[in-house]
């Protein structure tokens, strides 16, 4: 069996060899096969040896034009995120076309090609899009979130199913620390991308530990817009994740703006490019708790807090932080986020599932008395009515440590 290194150039040469192969075969656009010899082939000599040469670089020009056009196609099948919409190629004396190209060539090909080489129906093999995975790890590992649930899921699916997107969709998740803001950002990664957050096309940005000296704003600002421009250059479905938001430089955040409003279609590209923003914070944490537990108080099921309950609080919360750029940003002021996406504290049930969830995952046994002891070793507030979890599912797994053996 054919065997070609993995290097693109000698790839490329490859399967241009192949190309000329299957040209020979019969069959193919012209090959004459068996064909009886014309009159006077039984002459030898000089005289005759010109006529044979003009036919042999008339079969050779065919059969680049040919190869050049096999090429073209199926390179338009494998790496259709590559593949540029040619002009109708000029009909030449032997009129080579798609019909005459034959499918079956196309098929052989492509699937010789497929034999060592990723191959996928969305063309990147990169990229999943596994939304009904998405919608059942919000549903089944994400506790006490149902208002991001249902966001998340609706947000993000509708926007990477647009046909041509006008601008980046960019989402602020806000919440205290634990409450699940890194979870379902990492489930985004895991169900859009086969690699995860270790996709070519994810990038994740920590404030205090990619940025951490504002002396070093302008070198940050370059090295952040090139990380991203080249990101999706190399990907036309990008994920990038900022996490510490409130803590980011108001000179990076400037530098994001290019990025996140309207862009001018490129009418030349296959497909329109796809860049998802998330910007995870504590910020307008407070005030989801206490919004939430006035509602709690005054016999509101917590299933029943909607999104209008909390947004124009939050977003008030956030815009009037004082210790913080973030909120005094080209991304609040401009309305460039697109949703702020609020986490609510967690209640001691909460506590109890994540507990469980961390048993199971490192495939360890556990008693609902255990589960108990450890939900109640978290810290709870307000004072009074110690209902919320301060730490949200923050360390349960240290915590389960003290109990094994």
Known sequence: MLRCPRSPLRLRLCLCVLLLLLLLLPGAPGHRGDAEPGPGAEKTGSRWAWPAFQGLQERLRAAGALSRRYWA???????????EEDEEAPAGPLAWGRALLGQQYLDILTTWYCSFQDCCDSGDCRISNNFTGLKSDLSVRLHGQHLAQELVLRTVRGYLELPRPEKALVLSFHGWSGTGKNFVARMLAENLYRD???SDCVKVFIAMFHFPHPTSVDLYKEQLTGQIRKTQERCHQTLFIFDEAEKLHPGLLEALRPHLGRQAPENHRAQSPRSIFLFLSNLGGSVINEVVLRLLKAGRPREDVALGDLQP?????????????????????????????????????????????AFLSQKLLY???????????????????????????KSISQRINYFLP
């Open 196 to 198: 995860g957050l270790r």
């Open 73 to 83: 196609l199926f390179s338009c099948r494998v790496w259709p995120e590559h593949c």
């Open 367 to 393: 008693t609902e008395e255990l589960l108990d002891e450890i939900a109640k070793m978290m810290v709870y507030v307000p004072k009074e009515e110690q209902l919320f979890s301060s730490q949200g599912c």
């Open 313 to 357: 609080r939050l977003r008030a919360a956030v815009g009037e932080a004082p210790d913080s750029g973030f909120g005094h940003s080209c991304l609040v002021k401009e309305n460039l986020i697109d949703f702020f996406v609020p986490f609510l504290p967690l209640e001691y049930r909460h506590v109890r599932l994540c507990a469980r969830d």
